[in-house]
T-cell receptor, first 114, second 111 residues
Framework: DGGITQSPKYLFRKEGQNVTLSCEQN?????MYWYRQDPGQGLRLIYYSQIVNDFQKGDIAEGYSVSREKKESFPLTVTSAQKNPTAFYLC?????????????FGPGTRLLVL | EDKVVQSPLSLVVHEGDTVTLNCSYE??????LLWYKQEKKAPTFLFML????IEKKSGRLSSILDKKELFSILNITATQTGDSAVYLC???????????FGKGTKLTVNP
């Protein structure tokens, strides 16, 4: 089955700790995205990548880092510099066919600070 | 400013009612406007609109885009409790595939 997977479902971070959220897709999509969702805030773009080995900052990139070494994978690291990391993190991908703008989302990772 | 504004932010209706959700935006040079439904986790894709005045329909849901007046609406007829969700509107940013999202409308359908 084609789709996007994210892991873990829940993640707990201690003060000063870096944590990495996984995102994998087997849709053969070129572009991948990371969003943060806070209550009442909608989705805000953290980072996006349109092609392997290339990525750009979104609107709220501070305190986060990404890599795109493989087409299928776009992991997000929440660094200790991100002072308010508690949120729901969504990964998405798009590309291919007639609907290149349509983004498909993974199930999300909820990050909580201990 | 590059904003997408959805209204109302929250709506409570009874089963069988018809609802209209609104999405307005402030720029004219974009390719597509998209609607998503988010229940508990991942937003699921509903519609993509690229042309003004052409209605897209899927069962009890329909949507239309007005590029002159800078808005889109999502209609749901004969609502069911399973329609309870947050409905997100997003438009593409310039000529890119990036999306700018509104804050969503939380719809609650009571039996």
């Amino acid at each position: 089955d084609g789709g996007i997977t994210q892991s873990p479902k829940y993640l707990f971070r201690k003060e000063g700790q870096n944590v990495t959220l996984s995102c994998e897709q087997n849709l053969n999509h070129d572009a991948m995205y990371w969003y943060r969702q806070d209550p009442g805030q909608g989705l805000r773009l953290i980072y996006y990548s349109q092609i392997v080995n290339d990525f750009q900052k979104g609107d709220i990139a501070e305190g986060y880092s990404v890599s795109r070494e493989k087409k299928e994978s776009f992991p997000l690291t929440v660094t200790s510099a991100q002072k308010n990391p508690t949120a729901f993190y969504l990964c998405a991908s798009s590309g291919g066919g007639q609907s290149q703008e349509t983004q498909y989302f993974g199930p999300g990772t909820r990050l909580l600070v201990l | 400013e590059d904003k997408v504004v959805q209204s109302p932010l929250s709506l409570v209706v009874h089963e069988g009612d018809t609802v209209t959700l609104n999405c307005s935006y402030e720029v004219t040079n974009f390719r597509s406007l998209l609607w998503y439904k988010q229940e508990k986790k991942a937003p699921t894709f509903l519609f993509m609109l690229t042309s003004s005045g052409i209605e897209k329909k899927s069962g009890r849901l329909s949507s239309i885009l007005d590029k002159k007046e800078l808005f889109s609406i999502l209609n749901i007829t004969a609502t069911q409790t399973g329609d309870s969700a947050v409905y997100l509107c997003a438009r593409t940013q310039g000529g890119s595939e990036k999306l700018v999202f509104g804050k969503g409308t939380k719809l609650t359908v009571n039996p």
